[in-house]
């Protein structure tokens, strides 16, 4: 396994107010340094060109920011800017602009024009939800590349799998669901103490017992019956994780989770999961790229992105406004 960063408290950034903050996370690479120092030399400057806002689209903008940081990804879609699908194409247009200088502000009125052609549905002017978008738009790009029923360049990146395994604690017997997912949804407590993310990944993986009104029909036995689910992971280079930060309220309203998160920059280790792609071992282990942040309430706030530039440092990204110094070192700093 190619070396570990520390994982002491100082590598952590805190996420307080975040509705849904997708992480992109990339693979520990023996090949960073060489592939820092290409994408450096491929910059004019330390960081992005901003996005204006065209009317409540900063979920889009703190996306594209997050695309962007993300090398390997930014880099796929560059490379079909030429031989591409209409949206992959003005996609990779605006990343390549975005990764120009000099640093200014980039105007995606074109783009946003293309995706509403593609019935995306969001925008229409009101708020929407930076990971539905990020879902949508990825799934577009991948079949625009090859159809819905074909592996792409998207789905060696960026799909996962997740393996369910259900055990009958009566007979024994067990069956395995497998379902490709672009990301992982990890659920946040509502103590409002804190939690670390790693916490919340266990979480995700932790044995659950069906027992009483969960119990779950035996093919062997021919009847419901109290059963374990374990959850596995097979891990794609770069992962997204879904912080889920709602829940849904018995009189059918939604309420908002503001438990504070503390996000690990470097390291992260998504236990239990199946070995990775490339066969090295069980530990999936990565390192932070970049986070969506929404600050408000569920029907009005402002996305923002968080991202880790090749030089190391963190900014924050807000539309077309001045780009903000994060500091790593600071637990209490906001995403």
């Not at 369910?164 to 497998?178: I, N, Q």
């Amino acid at each position: 396994m190619p070396s570990i960063f520390g994982d002491s408290d100082g590598n952590h950034l805190s996420c307080d107010d975040a509705l849904n903050a997708a992480i992109l996370a990339s693979l520990e690479d023996d090949d960073r340094d060489a592939s820092a120092q290409a994408a450096q030399d491929a910059r004019d400057g330390p960081v992005m060109s901003r996005l204006e806002n065209k009317g409540n689209t900063c979920f889009m903008n703190a996306v594209f920011q997050c695309m962007a940081h993300a090398e390997p990804l930014s880099d796929y879609i560059i490379s079909r800017q030429h031989d591409g699908g209409e949206v992959t194409r003005h996609v990779a247009f605006l990343l390549s602009e975005m990764k120009k200088s000099p640093r200014g502000t980039i105007d995606p009125s074109t783009l946003i024009s293309k995706l509403k052609k593609k019935d995306f549905g969001m925008f229409n002017g009101g708020q929407q939800d930076s990971h539905e978008f990020e879902i949508k738009l990825l799934e577009v790009i991948k079949d625009e590349e090859t159809g819905e029923q074909q592996a792409s360049g998207i789905d060696d990146l960026l799909m996962g799998t997740v393996t369910s395994t259900v055990r009958c604690t009566e007979c024994g017997s067990t069956r395995t669901k497998s379902e490709p997912s672009m990301h992982v949804c990890v659920q946040i407590p509502e103590s409002g103490g804190g939690v670390r993310l790693e916490e919340c990944i266990r979480e995700f993986f932790q044995s659950e017992e069906l027992d009483g009104s969960n119990k779950v029909d035996c093919p062997k036995c021919k009847t419901k019956t109290k059963s374990t689910k374990e959850t596995s992971f097979l891990s794609p280079s770069i992962v997204i994780i879904q912080l889920k930060r709602f829940k849904r309220l018995g009189d059918g309203t939604t309420q908002k989770i503001k438990t504070n998160v503390d996000i690990p920059l470097r390291g992260l280790v998504i236990d239990n999961s199946e070995t990775h792609r490339d066969g090295e071992g069980t530990d999936n282990i990565y390192d932070c790229v970049a986070v969506t942040n929404h600050g408000g309430g569920l029907n009005s706030g402002h996305f923002t992105a968080t991202c880790r530039e090749i030089d190391g440092n963190w900014k924050n990204y807000s539309d077309d406004r001045d780009v903000r110094s994060v500091n790593e070192n600071d637990a209490n700093s906001r995403l």
